[in-house]
């Protein structure tokens, strides 16, 4: 499957559009552009684009991806979240074979998507490298990495298939990275976003997290209407488990600093129940029950 015409890597020093043959890496180590002469920077085989915001305090604090690691593979809010963004890609763009994540940390939604077809192109972006070794361990060889801004995609027209999943309330300018995942996608391409919801769940939890907003009802699907693309799918997600959210967030007001070791570390025995309430809501999910509430809300959208 041919990348479409005019479509490519893109330089950030001098915007011009540089053609990927098939097979090729995207961001070949040492890539120097054809027309400017800039080179990227890499750092053990992995393009680097902001080198200078690279393992900083910047949208996410870098040192939290080991403890990602060491909890995601069986935990509650992973495990199903990773199945039902599998679900929707499967459901409204089955033939698309050239992915990109952006944010992707430890790869574990990555690693999902791998598992579930054949791609021609699979890439993991993150700004911190100290995410990016850990999603190298977990994903198969052939998948490529790249260290860069969200908001500066270095791409134009390569992906069929692109996503953002609890990243973009991040980054204060997200309409910027919205715009830079249009950029990237190609016409009739697909685009699978999700962001924490309700700006009343506000809590310590999303201070730790460095989280700019929380969405409203409707915010994103808006923001992405006006980076050019239209929606196909939207749904609030943990919609079961919102009334114990907003318990929890009343309860922990007066206990940050537990706030994070109580979400991400339950015992066994409640880590098996919510995975099995999360796992129940998203097979009805799939089957088209659409939640009105949520902690968090999923969108799918097509460039157009």
């Known amino acids: 499957m041919s990348l479409p015409e005019g479509s490519g890597r893109r330089c950030l020093a001098c915007s011009a559009v540089e053609a990927v043959a098939d097979g090729a890496p995207l961001w070949p180590p040492g890539w120097r552009c054809s027309a400017c002469g800039a080179v990227v920077a890499q750092d053990d085989g992995i393009p680097m ?46 033939q698309a074979r050239r992915f990109i994540e952006i944010g992707c940390g430890t790869g574990m939604v990555l690693g ?15 700004l911190h490298p100290s995410g990016l070794a850990h ?32 990243v973009i309330e991040h980054i204060a300018e997200d ?53 050019g693309f239209e929606i196909v799918f939207s749904s609030s997600y943990t919609a079961l488990l919102l009334p114990l959210m907003a318990v929890s967030r009343l309860l922990q ?3 940050a600093a537990n706030q994070e070791e109580h979400e991400f570390a339950p ?30 809300r999923v969108v799918v959208a097509r460039a157009v």
Request: hydrophobic share 45%.
């Open 175 to 227: 309409e910027a990275v919205l715009r830079g995942l249009r950029a990237a996608t190609c016409a009739g391409g697909g685009i699978i976003v999700a962001v924490p919801q309700h700006p009343w769940l506000w809590s310590a939890a999303d201070d730790i997290g460095h989280h700019q907003r929380r969405y409203r009802r409707g915010e994103l699907e808006d923001k992405l209407r006006r980076n």
């Open 112 to 126: 999902a998507l791998a598992g579930a077809r054949r791609w021609q192109r699979l890439v993991g972006s993150e």
């Open 267 to 296: 015992s066994p025995l409640v880590n098996r129940i919510l995975t099995a309430i999360l796992r129940a809501e998203v097979r009805m999910t799939l089957a088209g029950f659409r939640w009105p509430a949520g902690g968090s």
């Open 49 to 94: 684009f902001a080198p200078d915001l690279a393992d900083t305090v910047s949208g996410v604090d870098p040192k939290g991806f080991a403890v990602l690691a060491r909890v995601e593979a069986g935990h509650f809010w992973f495990v199903p979240r990773g199945e039902l963004i599998t679900g929707l890609a499967g459901k409204f763009f089955p």
């Open 253 to 255: 007001k007066s206990k």
């Open 135 to 166: 999603a190298r361990q977990r994903l198969p060889e052939g998948v490529e990495f790249v260290q860069m801004d969200a908001r500066d995609i270095p791409a134009v027209g390569v992906f069929d298939l692109t996503g953002a999943f609890d």
